[in-house]
């Protein structure tokens, strides 16, 4: 069997509505929604603090659209916004479901204010298109962050709340297409050219500081034990990981200054940097002004 | 920056097809990101699962100015095309 074209091998008939490939599945098909035996309100929490860091960061990557500095990494980045924002909305259906108070994901991700978003700091922070960074920022931040989810993940896997395992399962194959998007980047970038190291030097520089955050246990995390991951275990993972792509790049690591916290608090107590309110603004106005809004 | 990267022909298989055939082609720096960058835009449709990526500076190809001397001999050439068997009924897959 062979075809002219890749597209005409896909079309299915009886799905004629779909332009190119079939077989999608749905995420979570077959998946126990039961809620474990756990503080509902702990287990709410913590599903809000990993939409999120997801839902956050899929913003600040999805400000590159039209921005990249070339076509195809422009599809690239959108490719791994969307990857993020699946990932948050089933994260933040299931705060919904266990919280029991009928917000579904869009009240949780349009209606909620800053101090009410749980996120760490690193998915936040300026990196560029705008202020803040640039294209070699950008990838920095995705190295960490991939890097640091998928060591948590890969532990959530095990989780008793069969939903938050099924999630980290599926969210580890993107992730780790993330991960190696971001190292290629940062490998070329930091062994390119002078002006090319030099940018990657800054942008690693600049999101060093929140990697204190990713791994400080939050009283919620703590009190899950069995449910959550504890964020103390993925320091060594990580840093491993870093370590390696950094060596590969030619690229030193910074030393640890961790970013300042306000009297000891952070995004996962609710606490954000300034630029947080500007992304909410853009994030959430559409929603806000026209309620309940559709494509 | 575009001036700068080469450009490379992509092919993809996908899920029912035998062969890889070509889709487009897309700017990268080099090999591996090619194959990246061809995940990324030419299979974010469940298209493939597999790519090849050439150099587009290593094809060598037919001219169109020799479309003819090339193409047009085979025009008339009836006799090449195997439709001249008588094909029995019971001969599956044929």
Redesign the interface.
């Known amino acids: 069997?062979?075809?002219?074209?890749?597209?005409e091998?896909?079309i299915d008939h009886e799905d004629a509505h779909w332009?190119?490939?079939?077989?999608?599945t749905e995420a979570l098909a077959g998946v126990d929604r039961d809620v474990p035996d756990v503080d509902r309100a702990d287990l709410a929490a913590y599903c809000l603090m990993l939409g999120d860091d997801a839902l956050v960061l899929s913003h600040r990557l999805a400000e590159w659209c039209s921005r990249a500095?070339?076509?195809?990494?422009d599809?690239?980045l959108a490719?791994i916004a969307l990857d993020l924002l699946g990932q948050a909305r089933l994260l933040l259906t299931r705060a919904g479901e266990v919280e029991g108070e009928g917000r579904d994901e869009d009240a949780l991700a349009f209606l909620r204010d800053e101090r009410d978003f749980r996120n760490v700091h690193l998915a936040e922070i300026e990196c560029g298109p705008f202020a803040g960074g640039d294209f070699a920022t950008t990838v920095a931040r995705l190295l960490v962050f991939s890097s640091w989810k998928i060591a948590q993940y890969s532990r959530l896997r095990g989780s008793a709340d069969p939903v938050l395992a099924a999630v980290a399962a599926k969210g580890l194959k993107e992730l780790a297409y993330h991960r190696?998007?971001a190292a290629?980047w940062v490998v070329?970038l930091g062994d390119g050219t002078d002006e090319s190291h030099e940018r990657m030097r800054a942008g690693i520089e600049r999101v060093w500081p929140f990697l204190d955050e990713l791994y400080a246990p939050h009283p919620v995390e703590t009190r899950l034990a069995g449910v959550a991951v504890d964020p103390a275990e993925l320091r060594s993972e990580v840093d491993g990981v870093l370590d390696a792509v950094l060596s590969a790049a030619g690229l030193t690591r910074p030393a640890d200054v961790p970013a300042a916290r306000v009297n000891g608090r952070a995004g996962r107590d609710g606490v954000h940097t300034e630029s947080f309110g500007y992304l909410l603004a853009e994030m959430q106005h559409l929603h806000r002004s026209l309620p309940g809004a559709k494509w | 920056m575009s001036s700068s990267w080469p450009l490379w022909e992509v092919f993809v298989r996908g899920k029912r097809g035998l062969n890889h055939v070509h889709v487009g082609s897309l700017h990268a720096p080099d090999a591996e990101m090619a194959v990246r960058n061809a995940r990324d835009v030419y299979t974010r449709r469940n298209e493939g699962v597999s790519i090849w990526v050439v150099p587009a500076a290593s094809i060598t190809a037919s001219s169109p100015d020799e479309k003819d001397p090339f193409f047009e001999p085979s025009g008339d050439k009836v006799y090449r095309h195997p439709t001249f068997y008588e094909i029995p009924e019971d001969v599956p897959h044929l």
């Open positions: 069997m062979s075809f002219d074209n890749a597209y091998s896909l332009a190119f490939g079939t077989g999608f500095p070339e076509l195809e990494e599809v690239a490719n190696d998007h290629q070329r």
